[in-house]
């Protein structure tokens, strides 16, 4: 755990409270889920990303959707919103799990997002949540952080059932990585390995995944993260004063760091759609 939190997007969860305090929203005023949507969503194009992933999944009322590494509960949270699904919200990091948790109780939602601290390693998880109990899977941004992709992808297959459909936004490798961007893959975004393309296929398709389709995002994702960082700093007074300068400064390494990443070249953003063989 040590590792993930010394990423500064991970330091100080509960600045979403500040977040909703600037738009006058008190600690423990209840919740509509599009108040968060600014707020909760650790990946890239915010909620309508997730209208991709519930296309793509074809999420639907009475389904059981898993999200692994779920985060702050954004994406889990909207998906159960618009589609009517049942959405567990996978996450392992402690503090996420337990601001997630509060969010989506003052949302209402506990009756169709159910949040689960743990690993998706963990073999004892799989038994809590479940063998062959989801009809879909999505990720975000969440697989770079874990290396072991053959222990992985057998962990997603145990928990679809029939011919479970997967969303998954990622990183992978266009090309070698340089000194430098290597220690700011392992220092700053707890990404110790990642794949290239033709090695992401073969290890979801080792674990029985059929029909994969990647877009590559890596265009997209370039502007995205070098306009984030823009728009940070460009804040840094307001943001500052909101958060405090730690969390101000950890972020925009973070965020300095991702840009600088894509800027280079080697790191590429998939999204990407498979289905469990049967
Ligand atoms: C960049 S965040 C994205 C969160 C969420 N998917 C979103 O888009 O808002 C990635 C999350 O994956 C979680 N994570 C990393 N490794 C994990 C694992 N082995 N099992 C469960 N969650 C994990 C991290 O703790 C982190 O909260």
């Known amino acids: 755990m ?24 008190a600690d423990d005023a209840p919740l509509q889920v599009d108040d968060l949507v600014p707020f909760d969503q650790y990946h890239y194009h915010g909620a309508e990303a997730v209208d991709v ?5 074809g999420a639907t009322t ?9 985060g702050l509960g954004g994406p889990a949270r909207y998906l159960a919103d618009r589609t009517g699904a049942t959405v567990t919200a996978l ?9 997630a948790r509060s969010l ?8 169709r997002v159910e949040h689960v601290n743990g690993n998706i390693l963990d073999a004892e998880l799989g038994d809590r949540l479940g063998a062959g109990r989801f009809d879909a899977m999505m990720s975000m941004l969440c697989i770079l952080h874990i290396p072991d992709r ?20 990622d990183f992978y490798a266009r090309g070698p990585f340089t000194a430098h961007e290597q220690d ?7 990404c110790p390995y990642l794949p290239s393309l033709d090695a992401y296929r073969h290890d979801l398709e080792a674990a029985g995944f059929v029909h994969i389709v990647v877009e590559d995002m890596t265009e ?19 943001l500052t004063r909101r958060y405090n300068q730690q969390t101000f400064d950890s972020l925009d390494r973070f965020y300095d760091a991702v840009s600088t990443l894509f800027a280079g070249g080697n790191l590429g953003g998939l999204r990407l759609t498979a289905t469990r063989v049967t």
């Open 220 to 238: 997209d994702w370039t502007w995205f993260v070098a306009n984030r960082l823009e728009a940070f700093r460009d804040r840094r007074v307001e």
């Open 2 to 25: 040590t590792g993930i939190k010394t990423m500064g997007l991970y330091g100080n969860v509960e600045r979403i409270m500040a977040d909703l305090a600037a738009v006058g929203i």
């Open 150 to 169: 053959p222990l992985l992808f057998e962990r997603c297959a145990a928990a679809l059932r029939g011919e479970g459909r997967v969303f998954v936004e």
């Open 184 to 190: 700011l893959l392992g220092h700053e975004v707890s």
């Open 104 to 111: 989506t109780q003052r949302c209402g939602l506990e009756p």
């Open 53 to 57: 992933a519930a296309a793509a999944l």
């Open 91 to 99: 996450e392992l990091q402690p503090d996420l799990d337990a601001v």
């Open 62 to 70: 009475g389904q059981q959707v898993l999200d692994v590494g779920s």
